[in-house]
Every structure is written in structure tokens, then in C-alpha cells.
């Protein structure tokens, strides 16, 4: 299901329009405000950009996004578009090797961009030193080493991580594991600087270390600084995109809130293709758009 201010002409199964105007109207007017004295910010002409969130495993969504954009596209005229991935593919949900698949087979609309998030690393780490495992089975590693068909038992009680390690290894393809490895920490088009957690304020965009654009929270979420690009980012989970004059974060918690959100930028507009059928703005008011969840 696609919904968001760009317009589009696919059906919308499983929700009536009476529910979609419920919600939809509050929810895109959330999406669609410019803060008060935002700077004016562009892509270069004849290009559409789209940048997807944290997926985490959630392939469903993923698959569902991809027949957003390719159904956007034909609605629109442009020369060249690409679609932006901000990392966190794997962990928590339950089909990361389905994920990688389809990103690293090149299985989408567009040309892709795909940046490493820090769960790619706990990934990388673990294929290092089996230990690691003992930190990442809390952050949804097990649900990543089960969809590649790892028998996790032994790992859910702490014990056997070298012979976890070792099947793990032996089920990763070789693909999965150059496609990991080569993964970008960053990117930059147009007046947008992209990255999976932020940046250091202060700290000149090229001399950003990994282990801030990876996992930064604060300074970076409160800053007021601005930063010479705009910042898309993720890692940090809301009930719906955060847009303030120097960011946007679009981590909508897919894996726990079936929301995954994809950042639409042409020329200088910025829209939203919103995918879940919860009712947002009911959670907006619970939450007061955030969710405690680590990233």
C-alpha cells in the first residue's frame, strides 16, 4: 500500500478510502510542513531521488515499496532516477537474507546507492570474532542468522557462538558478503548529504568518521547547527519522518510499526511514499512522535 503527497494511480487493497481519509489528512499535513526559515534545498535538474529508511528484515514492505516507486516513475518525466538505501537491512525482522537478495541482485526500479547502517556492521563483526555474537543476539541478530537458516538455539541461552559463527558462515553467499562489505558509508546529490545515523556538528561533511555517521544520536539530533547539505538519515526511530531545517530522519521502526517510508526529492520538493495501514496521527498522539526503541 502507497501512501504520501506524491501522487499515485495504483489501487490501495485492504483499507477503504473512507479509513484512508480518516488518517491520511493530518498525517500528510505532518509531512508536507517546511519549518519556519528552512533553507531552500535541490537536486540537480532531471533527477528524482528516492531514499528508503531502516528496513530491518522486513522484505515485505521492501517489496512493496519497490511497486511504489516503479508505479511514481511512470507517473513522472525526468532523465535519470535513483533510489538512496540508508542501511539497517538486516536484524529484527524476520527475512534479512530475502533483503539482501533483492538489493545486492539489483532488484529494484532504479540505479541504487545502498549505505551501511551500524546493524550491517554487527554483522561484518561477527563474522570476525563469534564473541560479538553474545552483544548482537539483543539487538535482532538471531532473527537475521534464522532467516539464513541457522539453527539459533544454542545461541538464545548464550552458548556455542564459534559453531553458530561457523554455520552462519557457511550459509552466507558469497554475494551477501561483498555486497555487505562494499556497502558506502555516505553520499551526497544536490544540496543532500545521506548517511544511516548523522553527523558530528561542527565537522566538516568529508571528515566525518564511520562511527558517527554509523551510530551518532546526540549531538546531532538536537543540533541546530547548520550542517552546509541537508542530512537524511535514520537509525533513530519515529511513528513518522522528523523534518527540521538541517535533517530529515525517516527511520518509521518498520520492523515494529509495519511503516516503511521513503523520502521522495525532485528539483526542490520533497515528498513522502508512506507504506503500513496503521492509523499514524492516533500514535503521533501517543507517543508525541517518538518511540523508545534502540536503533
Known sequence: ?????ARLDTPTPKITASKFAQWSKPFLKAFDRTPAGSTTRRVPDGT????????????????????CVDA?????????????????????????????????????????????????????????????????RGQGGLETLHSYGV?????????DFVEVQAAFTARLPKHHR????????????????????????GVALDRQTRDDLLNIREPFLTSQAEHGKLIVHGHT?????????????IDTAAYATGRLTCLILEKDEQHFLH??????????????????ISG
Open 1 to 5: 500500500m502507497c501512501f504520501g503527497s
Open 178 to 201: 561483498d555486497y555487505l562489505e562494499a556497502l558506502k558509508v555516505s553520499a551526497s546529490i544536490g544540496d543532500y548529504f545521506f548517511c544511516h545515523a548523522g553527523v558530528r556538528p
Open 275 to 292: 507504506l503500513g495501514d496503521h492509523n499514524v496521527q492516533q500514535d503521533i498522539e501517543s507517543h508525541d512522535g517518538s518511540l523508545s
Open 151 to 159: 539453527d539459533v538455539g544454542p545461541a538464545m541461552v548464550g552458548r
Open 237 to 249: 526511530p519515529a511513528v513518522a519522518p522528523e523534518i527540521r531545517p538541517n535533517r530529515i530522519g
Open 48 to 67: 528524482r531521488v528516492y531514499c528508503v529508511g531502516d528496513i530491518h528484515g522486513r522484505d515485505d514492505l521492501l517489496r512493496d515499496v519497490a511497486g
Open 72 to 136: 511514481d516513475m511512470a507517473t513522472r518525466s525526468f532523465d535519470n532516477a535513483v533510489t538512496v538505501f540508508l542501511g539497517d537491512y538486516i536484524d529484527r525482522g524476520a527475512d534479512s537474507k530475502r533483503v539482501l537478495e533483492r538489493l545486492a541482485s539489483g532488484e529494484w526500479p532504479t540505479s541504487i546507492i545502498a549505505l551501511a547502517g551500524n546493524h550491517e556492521d554487527f554483522v561484518l563483526a561477527f563474522l570476525d570474532d563469534a564473541e560479538i555474537l553474545d552483544f548482537w
